[in-house]
Structures are given as C-alpha cells and as structure tokens.
C-alpha cells in the first residue's frame, strides 16, 4: 500500500486537522498484522539509503514536526534504525540561542541539510519559525508572514543541490496527548521528558491549529511536500513513515556505482597473493 497517495498534502491545496481522523490505522487492525508489512517497508528503506550512501547522488531530508507527545523521537529512533550511522545525522532544534538568534531563522538550520550521499533527520525544524513563533507572537506578523515564502525558496535551493525532501505533520488528538504525558508521569523512563511547557501549550492548540494549517497550505509544494501522518497509533505512524521514505527514495531509481578499479586486473593480483601466501605455508 502506497501511503503517499491519501497522506500528501497536494500542493495548492488547504488542510482542515478537524476533518483528519488522528486514530487512522489503514488496512490493518493491530500492530501484529502489520508487522510483516512495517519489515518490507524498513528493509527496504536500508536498501535504499545503502544506495544513496554509495551513489552520492542525492541526499535525504526528512523533516519532522507535531505537538509535544506526538512522536517525533520516536520517529527519529524508527527511521534510523534502518539507516546505517555512518552516512545519517540528526538534529534536534531548541529554542535558539543568542548566537542563532542574532542570525537569520534560516542559518542553525542551512549548516545541517544534508550533503550529497547523506540523510539527515530534522526533530523540529526552520517550521518553528511559523509555529511556536506565530502562537506566541515572539516576532511581529509583518516578520514571521514572510517566512513561508522564504522557507519555501530554501527548500528549492535544497532541492535543487539534489536534495530529496520530505516532511512529516505527526498528527496526535488532544485525547492522545494526554494520555501520553499521562505515561510520561508514571514510568521513570520518561519523567524526564515531562516539562510543564508542555501544559502550558495544550492551552493554545487552536492556535497551532491555525498555525500548522497555514504550514500545510502555503509549504507543501512539489519539491517538498508535507505528509499528514495519523499518530495516535504508533505502529501505523512507523509503518507510513517507513513506507513513505522508502517508496519516495525508489523513485530516485539510484544504482549501485560502477566500480572504479579493473575488476579482471584486481582479480589477477588476488590470485597472484593467494598463490603467493600458499608458497609460504608450503616453505
Ligand atoms: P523539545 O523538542 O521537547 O526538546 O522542546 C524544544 C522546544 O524548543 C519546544 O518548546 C520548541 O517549541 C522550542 N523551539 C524550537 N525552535 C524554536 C524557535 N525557533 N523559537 C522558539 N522556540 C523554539
Ligand atoms: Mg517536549
């Protein structure tokens, strides 16, 4: 099943969250049914990003955005499990410091897109600059109105170096929400992801509502669209992402890279070191 197709916010078009059923799971009733499907899909995805390691082609950026609780670690965890270290990088960003703030919103984030044969993660990203700055009105609106704009003209920079883009809404209930920082007060594991800013912002969810509609309405575009990804269920969450990464980087149809070396020459210099190594045992 191509996810893709009913998960895309289609360029142009306007998203209603209201309208977006965050306990959607697909085909699938339980995470046991889909676990034959979820493997296809994260073997597929080490497949993949095998072959963008190796062509240095292209490079993947995944984009990651959703409220507190929504998933977004967990996610970075999933996806990279499948990717190989060397060659992945992620990046969580905070609140900017005083050195990143005295910068354009767009300079923490340019120094970590990802080179060519590279993949990199964004835990939050440049979309904060219209998110959490919006809600808050920590710039004026003449300053963060225009940022969708020039957010969408960095991405095509990206995308014109050979960056395959793709970016994920992970979309939870306010229920879920709860529900979740409810686990986070009673296991240990988790107490240390509790903040009470998370309380805080359930108070404006509306507005990052509206906030995250005009992210979806005004930045989905073909050279980097936005995926609505149905998170109340965690193992559909994974079973999308994964499949929506690895189908997207099928698409690039990489190959292997030829290799750079007579395969015929080397072939007689290991049979020459093979006799050679056999001489000295025999001796
Ligand atoms: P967490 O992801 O839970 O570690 O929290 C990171 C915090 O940094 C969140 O509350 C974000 O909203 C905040 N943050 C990230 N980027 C920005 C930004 N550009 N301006 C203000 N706050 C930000
Ligand atoms: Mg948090």
Request: charged share 25%; aromatic share 10%; glycine share 4%.
């Amino acid at each position: 099943m191509d996810y893709r197709k009913k998960l895309i916010v289609k360029p142009g078009s306007k998203v209603r969250l209201a309208d977006i059923d965050a306990g959607y799971h697909g085909k699938h009733e339980t995470s046991e049914l889909a676990a034959t499907e979820l493997q296809q899909h994260v073997a597929e995805l080490t497949r993949q990003q095998y072959l963008l390691y190796a062509e240095k082609k292209y490079a993947l950026l995944i984009v990651l955005q959703g409220i507190d609780a929504a998933g977004k670690d967990g996610t970075c965890w999933h996806v990279l499990a499948a990717m190989n270290p060397q060659g992945t990088s992620v990046t969580g960003f905070k609140q900017p410091t005083e050195a990143e703030r005295a910068h354009d919103f767009l300079w923490r984030v340019h120094a970590h897109a990802p080179g060519l044969g590279q993949a990199a993660v964004f835990n939050r990203s440049h979309y904060e600059d219209v998110l959490v700055v919006r809600v808050h009105k920590l710039v004026p609106k003449s300053v963060w109105s225009k940022r969708y704009d020039q957010i969408n003209q960095f991405e095509q920079l990206l995308a014109d170096h050979g960056t395959t883009i793709i970016k994920l809404f992970l979309y939870i209930s306010p229920e879920e929400q709860l529900a979740r920082f409810k686990q986070r007060l009673d296991d240990p594991h988790r107490q240390w992801k509790i903040s009470d800013a998370d309380y805080r912002e359930r108070e404006f969810w509306d507005d990052y509502g509206k906030a995250y509609e005009a992210m979806l309405a005004k930045c989905s575009t073909e050279h980097a669209p936005w995926y609505v990804i149905p998170s109340n269920h965690k193992w559909f969450r994974n079973l999308a992402v994964s499949q929506i990464i690895a189908a997207t980087l099928q698409d690039l149809r990489m190959k292997m890279p030829e290799p750079t070396v007579d395969l015929a020459e080397i072939r007689q210099h290991y049979h020459a070191a093979v006799a050679r190594s056999a001489g000295r045992r025999g001796s």
